[in-house]
């Protein structure tokens, strides 16, 4: 059975049709990604799933149960992260885990222990009695995670949950996805990192103004992509030159149209006084020798690497939408005023 199963979802706000038409499952067990940059209408598609907007158009199942038809016995066996917290600031770390626990019909035993568990788990049990609000943006999503899945939830819904945190915090909330996904839980995933995309989910649906444009499994997308060879230099000057010598020489390679770095700034590199040559080929490339044959005619090569293919290759070949523009914050929020604790319930 399929944990969701979703047909033909439709919403719209005023003259915006925020999400058109999708249709997908989430299979049992399975981190299921939902990738597209802000403004896609993941957002709008996980409060619907979640209960937090009502469709316009198509159905929801859960388990196999029509959602709207049976909305507070499934909300008992689902958790809700999302895109910005919320937990109450004035109440602590402890006393927020417990009022979530509360309103899923935990006894107060039983919800104390849960939570002090939850702590510990997520290290957080020396902030255990300081209040949320002075929490780092780090710690907020971890307790916010942990508020999700207080209850143990079959399905946990994740709304860009390391969006906007420093690095080191963001890894770790990966690592304890990861973490409750072994557990047996299926992850709805919604994110416009195409590298945390990459790294957590089994398959993944590109979804782009509204509709969703290929639902895949992470070794489908990439295969394609294993036939393309992808390597780049790095020259002390001379970037232009580098290529036009290169393009004549090896009239069988691509010179800086390899799709994998197209779009990336490398103003520091070249304020450092590096140039960025990137090649493309069908067959395996010859990095050795065109470093030699760039030395020869005294262009100084600082290094020279092979790449992988990935996904933001797929991303922007099937979307036409380079990575770069994932990161830019172009949504309006829809919604007035932010729900307090217990989003999931």
């Not at 030395?295 to 770069?324: H, Y």
Request: include cysteine.
């Amino acid at each position: 059975m399929n944990a969701v199963e979703v047909r033909n979802l439709s919403k719209s706000f005023e003259d915006v049709k925020a999400v058109d038409k999708i249709s997908f499952v989430v299979k049992k067990g399975e981190m299921f990604g939902f990738l597209g940059p802000n403004g896609a209408g993941k957002t709008t598609t996980i409060n619907m799933l979640t209960g937090l907007a009502r469709p316009d158009q198509g159905s929801i199942r859960v388990h196999g149960k029509d959602y709207l038809k049976n909305l507070k016995t499934i909300k008992q066996s689902i958790g809700v992260v999302p895109d910005e917290s919320n937990l109450y600031p004035e109440l602590s770390g402890l006393e927020n885990l417990c009022f979530c626990a509360a309103l899923y019909g935990m006894k107060k035993a039983e919800r104390t222990a849960k939570a002090w568990e939850l702590l510990e788990q997520f290290g957080l049990k020396e902030a255990a009695f300081r209040k949320f609000g002075a929490y780092s943006k780090g710690m907020k999503r971890k307790l916010t995670i942990a508020a999700g899945i207080i209850h143990d939830p079959e399905i946990l819904f994740l709304d860009e949950p390391t969006t906007g945190i420093d690095v080191a915090s963001a890894r770790q909330i990966r690592m304890l996805i990861a973490r409750l996904h072994e557990t047996g839980k299926t992850v709805f995933l919604t994110t416009h990192y195409i590298e945390e995309a990459e790294r957590l989910c089994e398959r993944i649906a590109f979804i782009v103004s509204g509709r969703i444009v290929r639902i895949d499994t992470m070794e489908n997308l990439l295969q394609p992509m294993q036939e393309e060879h992808l390597a780049e230099i790095i020259c002390t000057r001379g970037e232009k030159q580098a290529v036009d010598l290169l393009g004549k020489e090896f009239k069988d390679l691509v010179f800086n149209n390899t799709g994998r770095n197209a779009g990336r700034s490398f103003s520091r590199d070249k304020e450092a006084g590096e140039e960025h040559v990137r090649v493309k080929s069908g067959e395996p490339i010859p990095v050795g020798r065109l470093v030699r044959f760039l030395e020869e005619n005294g262009i100084q090569v600082i290094e020279a690497r092979l790449l992988r293919s990935s996904l933001e290759d797929v991303f922007v070949r099937i979307t036409g939408i380079e990575a770069k523009e994932l990161l830019k914050v172009t949504e309006t929020k829809r919604h007035g005023k932010k729900k307090k604790a217990g989003g999931g319930t």
